[in-house]
């Protein structure tokens, strides 16, 4: 057997890459104030930016395309995506959302009172957001390890029952309308929870009433993990585990832009039938008819497709396995990296990478992802004190443990042959770590200011002499 088996797919349409050389590179990155989000797509050679819709559709995506019922109510392709997402998650009902986020807004909407408490295992940004604007706070209840770089564990996205126990003891059960369980941990590196751990919180969580809402955006991920690691489950298919995994929840929030492998689209599901009607009359106002909630039903229909794709344990297998090869591979050198290896990304840990920077004061994250981009055309993004913000009472920075950049593999995109490109790159740049300067502000952004902040090298060149 070969410890990586090559690709699940050959491919039948071609996309240019860019290629821009070094003064063309040191010029984009420049014009993009050091911020790899300002870069425009034709000038990255390999884009790592995120997983996010970044996915390549099938040639039977591509024709379910063809087959899309652009019907204002009742297309057909939203039947097609509510059968399959029922007999594959289990779930009773579905509604269609434009993305996971519309989701989240109308779980969070019709759920939280002011003054509620949702628990989760760490936070993800969109479904933070929703829980705290209809009132709520979040409670991260996960293991202590995952916020822990070194700490290795197979299942470190775990719930920590005792801390889901004692805010349950602490704000009395009737404050907390669910318990929001990403399978995978996205923040924590994509980092999965075993059937076992979620068997536990579904207990806990329904002898005291509350409901288990699941996060299912990368539960494709999830399932390889629970198969290759957790005992009893090797024998199982990936559909089979992700059927269990849901049968003890009672709904869930889906972004189909990641585990879906489409471009666009999310759902919603429940088992709760007055959950449902009421989610229905909301749907109608933010995104669309419950029969479209914000899609075309050509996206619908290749979403459909995707998920069944997904199950396929050739494919998820060779996705998880580009994430550990670029991981082995650095690892190899010597280049500081979150451990395990999760289900979507490596992430370099820029702290102990450039070591010689401060992370108050430099922006080691950001000078990193910026310094990758200009030597190797290979875009990244910074997860550090950037991402992380200011406190919107105090207005100090939030220091993040985690000092990162992210190489986030989209699926089905990228070869073994262009994860070496990726893995040289980072490796030349470990070698000259030392030569490569910190960043100051030039326009920081009030909100989100990661995505449009602006920069300029602390020393004359972003790294010296090159
Ligand atoms: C991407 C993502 C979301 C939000 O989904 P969108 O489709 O981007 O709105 C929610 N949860 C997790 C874990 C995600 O990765």
Partial sequence: MMKFAPEPFKI???????TLNKEERKAAIKAAGYNTFLLKSEECFIDLLTDSGTNAMSDHQWAGLMLGDEAYGGSRNFYHLEETVREL?????VVPTHQGRGAENILSSLTIKPGDYVPGNMYFTTTRFHQERNGATFRDVIIDEAHDPTAILDFKGNVDLAKFQALIDEVGAEHIPYICLAVTVNLAGGQPVSIANIKAVSELAHKHGI???????RCVENAYFIKTREPGYQDKTIKEIIHEMFSYGDGCTMSGKKDCLTNIGGFLCMNDEDLYTRACGMVVQFEGMPSYGGMAGRDMEAMAIGLREAMDYEYISHRVNQIRYLGEKLDAAGVPMVKPYGGHAIFVDARAFLDHLDQA???????LSAALYEISGVRTMERGIISAGRDNVTGEDHVPKLETIRLTIPRRVYTYAHLDYVADAVIELYKKRHDISGLRWVYEPKALR?????????????????
């Fill in 12 to 18: 039948k349409m071609v996309e240019k890459m860019g």
């Fill in 89 to 93: 998650f289990g779930f009773k009902y």
């Fill in 211 to 217: 409901k288990v809402m699941f996060d299912a955006t």
């Fill in 361 to 367: 004061t430099d922006f080691p994250a950001q000078a």
């Fill in 450 to 466: 990661f995505f449009t902040g602006r920069f300029e090298p602390r020393n004359e060149e972003l790294i010296k002499g090159y």
